[in-house]
């Protein structure tokens, strides 16, 4: 077994760690990160936000696009949507989805600029 990537020595450097103690996050905040990571460990959902990252579109144009029913994209715009990654308006009859905010934006063209390398 390759040991390379472990300390040989037991040593701690407390200034160090005192350091990113101070900057930790608080309980709640890390679970909505790690819930926001298994929202977007789903293909389907990535697949919805890259898709809105670049038009907002309606569920029928989802649907289309990923060759998915209405009622499965639906489903997952839900589970976007209570989680504050998307949004919508309505026009008339027709619901419109679009990314939620900047940050979500920043999220997708992170994923696809880290996929890329």
Do not use: W
């Not at 990654?85 to 920043?106: M, N, P, Q, T």
């Amino acid at each position: 077994m390759n040991r390379e990537d472990i300390c040989e020595i037991k040593y701690v450097n407390e200034k160090a760690v005192q350091k990113v103690k101070s900057k930790m996050l608080d309980d709640e905040t890390i679970l909505k990160i790690a819930n926001t990571s298994k929202i977007l460990g789903d293909p389907t959902r990535v697949k919805i936000l890259f898709a809105l990252s670049q038009k907002e579109l309606c569920v029928c144009d989802l649907a289309y696009l990923l060759g998915m029913t209405q009622s499965a994209i639906s489903h997952q715009l839900r589970v976007l949507r209570s989680n504050n990654l998307v949004k919508f308006r309505k026009e008339g009859k027709i619901v419109y989805y679009s990314l939620a905010d900047e940050h979500v934006v920043k999220l997708i063209e992170m994923g696809v600029e880290h996929a890329k390398e």
